[in-house]
Nanobody, 115 residues
Framework: QVQLVESGGGLVQPGGSLRLSCATS????????MGWYRQAPGKQRELVAT???????DYADSVKGRFTISRDNAKATVYLQMNSLKPEDTDVYYC?????????WGQGTQVTVSS
């Protein structure tokens, strides 16, 4: 069974920074487009950022210029560096691995931006 293990969420003040990490198996990591999504209670899960196995990235307009997605192939880990955080960034963040055949999700990590 494929596992995506997330870490790095927490409480931060507005304007602060957090870095999320997501580790998975090397087999999946080598072929998957990795991504981060977020979801608030009662709302649909929405895309935050994705990165292909070739390194191409895509971002939601709401996070462009503030968030950076990256991947470390040697560690089979994807990161989301979040800067200039706003209260509206408060959500549960989910790691995603998308291959041609399957979609995998992490368990989610809470990010709370509040003073």
């Amino acid at each position: 069974q494929v596992q995506l293990v997330e870490s790095g969420g927490g409480l931060v003040q507005p304007g602060g920074s957090l870095r999320l990490s997501c580790a998975t198996s090397r087999v999946i990591f080598s072929i998957a487009t990795m991504g981060w999504y977020r979801q608030a209670p009662g709302k649909q899960r929405e895309l935050v950022a994705t990165i292909t196995n070739g390194g191409s990235t895509d971002y939601a307009d709401s996070v462009k210029g503030r968030f950076t997605i990256s991947r470390d192939n040697a560690k089979a880990t994807v990161y989301l560096q979040m800067n200039s955080l706003k209260p509206e960034d408060t959500d549960v963040y989910y790691c995603n691995a998308q291959t041609n055949r399957n979609t995998y999700w992490g368990q989610g990590t809470q990010v709370t931006v509040s003073s």
